[in-house]
């Protein structure tokens, strides 16, 4: 999948919040305090996983004209 420089950026910004929660995570598990690392270990692949599948506001109107366009064609099966 192709990625713009804004969706690259927005990683990025995701990245700086998710890494280290996964780090502190991490530690906390190697550090003998495993519920509350693997919770931080579970907050950390929540954040990514929000970034990547929820829409956002800008996603919006492609979403809205994918499926307008989907109903106009349909789908048929003659050839």
Not at 48 to 70: F, G, N, Q
């Amino acid at each position: 999948m192709a990625r713009g420089i804004l969706e690259t950026i927005l990683l990025a910004g995701t990245l700086v919040v998710a890494i280290p929660v996964a780090m502190l995570g991490v530690e906390f598990v190697v550090t003998g305090r495993t519920a509350f690392g693997v919770a931080l270990l579970g907050a950390a692949a929540v954040i990514l996983l929000v970034h990547r599948y929820v829409p956002t506001v800008e996603d919006l109107p492609v979403i809205a004209a994918e499926k307008a366009a989907e109903r106009a064609v349909g789908e048929d099966d003659e050839p």
